[in-house]
Protein backbone atom coordinates (compact mmCIF):
# COMPACT_ATOMS: atom_id res chain seq x y z
CA UNK A 1 0.00 0.00 0.00
CA UNK A 2 1.27 4.03 -0.61
CA UNK A 3 0.46 6.26 2.29
CA UNK A 4 -1.06 9.34 0.72
CA UNK A 5 -1.27 13.33 2.44
CA UNK A 6 -4.33 14.73 0.99
CA UNK A 7 -4.52 18.92 0.01
CA UNK A 8 -6.93 18.49 3.16
CA UNK A 9 -3.91 16.97 5.58
CA UNK A 10 -5.83 13.38 5.34
CA UNK A 11 -3.94 10.33 5.10
CA UNK A 12 -5.06 7.58 3.06
CA UNK A 13 -3.93 4.14 1.50
CA UNK A 14 -3.41 3.83 -2.17
CA UNK A 15 -3.30 0.76 -4.19
CA UNK A 16 0.04 0.00 -6.54
CA UNK A 17 -0.47 -0.11 -10.59
CA UNK A 18 0.81 -2.54 -12.19
CA UNK A 19 1.23 -3.88 -16.00
CA UNK A 20 1.24 -8.04 -16.76
CA UNK A 21 1.79 -9.01 -20.01
CA UNK A 22 1.93 -12.38 -21.94
CA UNK A 23 4.40 -11.85 -24.59
CA UNK A 24 3.89 -14.66 -27.24
CA UNK A 25 5.41 -16.37 -30.13
CA UNK A 26 2.79 -17.94 -32.44
CA UNK A 27 1.43 -20.26 -29.69
CA UNK A 28 3.88 -20.13 -27.46
CA UNK A 29 4.52 -17.63 -24.00
CA UNK A 30 7.50 -16.44 -22.92
CA UNK A 31 7.71 -16.46 -18.97
CA UNK A 32 10.57 -15.46 -16.54
CA UNK A 33 11.26 -17.14 -13.22
CA UNK A 34 11.42 -14.30 -10.62
CA UNK A 35 14.23 -14.08 -8.49
CA UNK A 36 14.46 -15.33 -5.21
CA UNK A 37 14.59 -11.62 -3.64
CA UNK A 38 10.89 -10.88 -4.86
CA UNK A 39 7.96 -11.94 -3.87
CA UNK A 40 6.64 -15.56 -5.17
CA UNK A 41 10.65 -15.67 -5.72
CA UNK A 42 10.99 -18.72 -8.09
CA UNK A 43 8.02 -19.34 -9.46
CA UNK A 44 6.94 -18.46 -13.09
CA UNK A 45 5.09 -15.04 -14.00
CA UNK A 46 4.33 -12.93 -16.70
CA UNK A 47 6.70 -10.36 -17.92
CA UNK A 48 5.62 -7.05 -15.97
CA UNK A 49 5.69 -4.27 -12.97
CA UNK A 50 5.20 -1.41 -11.29
CA UNK A 51 3.89 1.40 -13.58
CA UNK A 52 6.42 4.73 -12.73
CA UNK A 53 5.97 8.09 -12.33
CA UNK A 54 5.22 10.31 -15.41
CA UNK A 55 4.93 6.93 -17.12
CA UNK A 56 1.61 5.92 -19.31
CA UNK A 57 0.82 2.27 -19.10
CA UNK A 58 1.40 1.51 -22.94
CA UNK A 59 4.75 3.13 -21.70
CA UNK A 60 5.03 0.99 -18.88
CA UNK A 61 4.40 -2.46 -20.62
CA UNK A 62 6.84 -1.82 -23.45
CA UNK A 63 9.89 -0.91 -20.55
CA UNK A 64 9.33 -3.64 -18.77
CA UNK A 65 9.07 -6.01 -21.26
CA UNK A 66 12.11 -4.99 -22.39
CA UNK A 67 13.63 -4.58 -19.12
CA UNK A 68 12.99 -8.16 -17.88
CA UNK A 69 14.15 -9.64 -21.28
CA UNK A 70 15.47 -7.51 -23.83
CA UNK A 71 12.36 -8.25 -26.56
CA UNK A 72 10.73 -5.64 -28.36
CA UNK A 73 7.04 -6.01 -28.64
CA UNK A 74 4.40 -5.01 -30.89
CA UNK A 75 0.72 -5.18 -31.89
CA UNK A 76 0.07 -4.42 -27.83
CA UNK A 77 -3.85 -5.06 -26.98
CA UNK A 78 -5.59 -5.54 -23.07
CA UNK A 79 -6.86 -8.07 -22.70
CA UNK A 80 -8.70 -7.31 -18.76
CA UNK A 81 -7.83 -5.10 -15.54
CA UNK A 82 -7.97 -7.12 -12.10
CA UNK A 83 -8.60 -5.02 -9.27
CA UNK A 84 -9.60 -7.09 -6.76
CA UNK A 85 -8.21 -6.46 -3.24
CA UNK A 86 -7.71 -9.94 -2.67
CA UNK A 87 -5.81 -11.22 -5.48
CA UNK A 88 -3.56 -14.43 -5.06
CA UNK A 89 -0.52 -14.23 -3.54
CA UNK A 90 -0.43 -9.95 -3.26
CA UNK A 91 0.08 -8.53 -0.56
CA UNK A 92 -0.09 -4.50 -2.31
CA UNK A 93 -3.09 -5.56 -3.50
CA UNK A 94 -2.31 -4.21 -6.47
CA UNK A 95 -4.56 -3.35 -9.49
CA UNK A 96 -3.20 -5.03 -12.88
CA UNK A 97 -3.26 -3.79 -16.48
CA UNK A 98 -3.05 -7.39 -18.27
CA UNK A 99 -1.87 -7.08 -21.89
CA UNK A 100 -1.02 -9.67 -24.62
CA UNK A 101 1.12 -8.85 -27.58
CA UNK A 102 3.81 -9.94 -29.87
CA UNK A 103 7.21 -10.71 -29.55
CA UNK A 104 9.72 -9.01 -31.89
CA UNK A 105 13.24 -8.81 -32.16
CA UNK A 106 15.76 -9.53 -29.10
CA UNK A 107 18.32 -6.47 -28.44
CA UNK A 108 19.02 -6.58 -24.92
CA UNK A 109 20.03 -9.45 -21.91
CA UNK A 110 17.04 -9.90 -18.90
CA UNK A 111 17.87 -7.79 -16.02
CA UNK A 112 18.29 -9.14 -11.99
CA UNK A 113 14.44 -9.74 -11.42
CA UNK A 114 14.70 -12.66 -13.36
CA UNK A 115 16.75 -15.79 -13.03
CA UNK A 116 15.35 -17.40 -16.44
CA UNK A 117 13.29 -16.92 -19.33
CA UNK A 118 11.81 -19.78 -21.37
CA UNK A 119 9.45 -20.16 -23.93
CA UNK A 120 6.27 -22.78 -23.02
CA UNK A 121 3.93 -23.72 -25.65
CA UNK A 122 0.24 -22.31 -24.15
CA UNK A 123 -0.94 -25.89 -23.58
CA UNK A 124 1.91 -27.12 -22.12
CA UNK A 125 2.64 -25.01 -19.05
CA UNK A 126 4.36 -25.21 -16.04
CA UNK A 127 2.48 -26.93 -12.82
CA UNK A 128 0.24 -24.51 -10.79
CA UNK A 129 1.70 -24.46 -8.10
CA UNK A 130 4.82 -22.69 -9.65
CA UNK A 131 3.55 -20.20 -11.72
CA UNK A 132 3.18 -16.87 -9.37
CA UNK A 133 0.24 -15.05 -8.43
CA UNK A 134 -2.92 -15.22 -10.78
CA UNK A 135 -0.88 -15.52 -13.56
CA UNK A 136 -2.32 -18.81 -14.93
CA UNK A 137 -5.78 -17.26 -14.37
CA UNK A 138 -4.31 -14.23 -17.04
CA UNK A 139 -3.22 -16.87 -19.39
CA UNK A 140 -6.21 -19.14 -19.36
CA UNK A 141 -8.76 -15.86 -19.80
CA UNK A 142 -6.51 -15.38 -22.79
CA UNK A 143 -6.79 -19.18 -24.03
CA UNK A 144 -10.28 -18.72 -23.76
CA UNK A 145 -10.48 -15.48 -25.81
CA UNK A 146 -8.55 -17.36 -28.62
CA UNK A 147 -10.78 -20.04 -28.32
CA UNK A 148 -13.61 -17.84 -28.40
CA UNK A 149 -13.11 -14.16 -29.22
CA UNK A 150 -15.42 -11.92 -26.97
CA UNK A 151 -14.99 -7.53 -26.62
CA UNK A 152 -11.88 -6.48 -24.62
CA UNK A 153 -10.70 -5.75 -22.08
CA UNK A 154 -12.50 -7.92 -19.44
CA UNK A 155 -12.69 -5.74 -16.00
CA UNK A 156 -12.50 -8.41 -12.77
Known amino acids: MLTCIF ?8 RHVVVDTLVLKGNKILLNKRA ?29 AFEETGYEISNLKLL ?3 DSPNRLGEDRQNISFIFFCKAGAKKGEKDDEVTELRWFDLHAL ?28 VVF
Do not use: C, M, Q
Open 80 to 82: KIV
Open 126 to 153: PSEDTIAFDHLESINSYKEWKRKPHPLP
Open 36 to 64: PRLLEGGKWGLIGGYVELNETIHEAVIRE
Open 7 to 14: EDGGKGNL
